[in-house]
């Protein structure tokens, strides 16, 4: 009776080494270095934090440890389909189009120079279905995609990027950096960004809104028929060649109210900002504007027509806020001095640049804050790059 045992031994421990052996083959191993996280790695290897947990057995995705050494799970092919490059089309534009990365197109079809591609070549891009009718496909639809997280904001930690955050959270790329206003692919270790789209939060009117392209139609008419402008509109929608715009592409317009084209740059004269919405601030507190430096004593002025109240504050300093005509609050502070208060126009002086406040002792700025319909802040860098 030995012999059967035996044989079934072997055979067991042969089939399971041949199982072990083709696991190996469909996987691969990261050893973890400094500042990486789980989210950046599956990033890296185009597989998803879950699927890093599960074949590693971590339970915490928020804890790994420099040295660690995980095994990574091979990627399912993604369902691909075929697109046919048209006239004014980037790899920006067509992966933001389609919800993927400039990465995933360039590997995807074995591209040397991703400045470099020709209208009717054929593209493979992750999607549904051959895509086999005349080798097009539809634009994506630019509704707002909710957080598989069920988060509504993410704090970036060291060695994090765009497209991981993204893909923790499971919502496309372009969502994340037009909720953000991001540029040059960039964010900062301890910067809180939002995963859904200020609209989600503004005055009826003031969110973004999409239109679908149709024949005649330019970037320039599209931005006057919708009260915004040209450079909002390409900025939004990650636009290289503003002259061209593709019949069918569904765009984001950026809100009317309180939109780019009906403002005035805040502070007038030479003035330099960044894109510092969501940088971490004193007492867990994080950055709900932008700040926009200038000598100190250069005006700041009313962005558009409104009703404005001075007040003073330990944190802000003296501060104004401008109750906009187009249902928008501004908020300016860390003034030097006042202006005008009570009814005022566009463009009329309302305050000087200054560092009052806990700016005390810094460089002469102002701290701008948008608030459509009253209610909570938003990103106004879209805005003040586009009138700045």
Known sequence: MRAPRTIKTITTTAGAVLMAFLALLSTSTHTVGRGETLSAIASRHGTSVRALQAANG?????????GDRLVIPAAAPPATMSYTVRSGDTLGRIASRHGT???SLVSLNG??????????QRLTVPG?????SGGTSTPRSSGVTPTRTGATHHVVRAGETISGIASRHGIPQAQLIAANGLTGGVVYTGQRLSLLPSGENAAPGAGPTSYTVRSGDTLSSIAQRHGTTVRAIADANDIDDPTSVVIGSRLSIPGSGGGSSALRCPV???VTFMNDWGFPRSGGRFHEGNDLFAPRGTPFVAVVSGTVVQTTGRIGGRQVKLAGDDGVSYYGTHLDGFGASGRVNAGDVIGYVGTTGNAAGGTPHVHFEVHP????????????RAVC
């Open 111 to 120: 591209i040397g120079n991703a400045n470099l591609i020709r209208v009717g």
């Open 101 to 103: 990365s400039i990465s």
């Open 373 to 384: 319909g009253g209610g909570a802040a938003v990103n106004p860098y879209p805005r003040i």
């Open 58 to 66: 971590i339970s915490n995705p928020n804890r790994i440890l420099v």
């Open 128 to 132: 549904s279905g051959s895509g086999g």
């Open 268 to 270: 007038q004269g030479r």
